[in-house]
């Protein structure tokens, strides 16, 4: 019994470590850390796999939960952190930066930023509306 509580108050402590790393990095990123549905939209643009909640979210930045490797993977590319960092304190914080991506101009770079601010729905239909209007240019009308 010792052991198990001995292990589980590791875990407790790893827990809440996790989650002041994270909660600082976000933060460091200009990311408001108490709008959990905005963090878990920001994550979700940047993850392909099954989408996060803001419960989930919410458990990571409360020190109830750790992230699986996966998604921590993911946590630490978006925020330019090693996954070791981030999960365990080891390796220091400054192992990448994340890409920048590339923009001919401003408002290139504006378009980009509100493009990403939408739903997924959304930015499915405006690519959808780009192709159509490519498909336009290319026949001439």
Known sequence: M???NAMEILSDNERAAFSERLAATLKQAGVDTSNVTQV????NRRYHGKAVSMYGVRKWLMGEAIPSQNKLRALAAWLGVSSEW???GEG????HQPAAPF???LCDRELCRDFNLL???HQEAVRKMVKMLLKMDKSGT
């Not at 220091?92 to 192992?95: L, R, V």
């Open 92 to 95: 220091g914080n400054e192992a």
């Open 119 to 121: 739903s997924r729905g």
């Open 40 to 43: 878990a939209r920001e994550f």
């Open 103 to 105: 923009y001919d101009n």
């Open 86 to 88: 981030l999960r365990f």
């Open 2 to 4: 010792v052991v198990s």
